[in-house]
T-cell receptor
Framework: DQQVKQNSPSLSVQEGRISILNCDYT??????FLWYKKYPAEGPTFLIS?????DKNEDGRFTVFLNKSAKHLSLHIVPSQPGDSAVYFC??????????FGTGTSLTVIP | NAGVTQTPKFRVLKTGQSMTLLCAQD?????MYWYRQDPGMGLRLIHY???????AKGEVPDGYNVSRLKKQNFLLGLESAAPSQTSVYFC?????????????FGPGTRLTVL
């Protein structure tokens, strides 16, 4: 059963607007959450992360929010740029340092 | 620094053939991982290693074997390839989990089994 879920396979946003990507998880023992960005024919690259003891982490245009009670995290990109168009994966780590990935959301930023 | 490299980039096999995928990292990372990515499934962990000489099973280990004889290398073997193993394979590495560390991924190997 999928422990990390991204229910939106795709998202289109106008350049300059906010992109919000969502992720849900089922395992309350996850202690670390990450977002990766993937371009076609390349491996995923790390974008931003958050530990389970925080509820927000910001890095430039990227902010990740964690709602532990709802087992939900989201990635906000403000302002969105055409170069942000990619597939975004959320991932969660268990205490054994195994990572579980969502199915990805394909973001298209329209110029 | 080359980061994480994977060999080969592409491969086509016939059912029943065997092959080995090589992953190498030059970041002195303790942990290494093999994932497969299939449409609609995200990345799923096949096997991983917490250090030289160690291996452990992930979510989908059946049909694969691994070895970590040197710290910088992690090999993924398919003894008898099946069409269900057609996928894109990614290797990743990371520092130890004592701190919050992300994984670094290789560019992937696209494998087709006919």
């Amino acid at each position: 059963d999928q422990q990390v879920k991204q229910n939106s396979p795709s998202l289109s946003v106008q350049e300059g607007r906010i992109s919000i990507l969502n992720c849900d998880y089922t395992n309350s023992m996850f202690d670390y959450f990450l977002w990766y960005k993937k371009y076609p024919a390349e491996g995923p690259t790390f974008l931003i992360s958050i530990s389970s003891i925080k509820d927000k982490n910001e890095d430039g245009r990227f902010t990740v929010f964690l709602n532990k009670s709802a087992k939900h995290l989201s990635l906000h990109i403000v302002p969105s740029q055409p170069g942000d168009s990619a597939v975004y994966f959320c991932a969660a780590r268990n205490t054994g340092n195994q990572f579980y990935f969502g199915t990805g959301t394909s973001l298209t930023v329209i110029p | 620094n080359a980061g994480v490299t994977q060999t080969p980039k592409f491969r086509v096999l016939k059912t029943g053939q065997s092959m080995t995928l090589l992953c190498a990292q030059d970041m002195n990372h303790e942990y290494m991982y093999w994932y497969r990515q299939d449409p609609g499934m995200g990345l799923r962990l096949i096997h991983y290693s917490v250090g030289e000489g160690t291996t452990a099973k992930g979510e989908v280990p059946d049909g694969y074997n691994v070895s970590r004889l040197k710290k910088q290398n992690f090999l993924l073997g398919l003894e008898s390839a099946a069409p269900s193993q057609t996928s894109v394979y990614f290797c990743a590495s990371s520092y130890s989990p004592l701190t919050y560390n992300e994984q670094f991924f290789g560019p992937g190997t696209r494998l087709t089994v006919l």
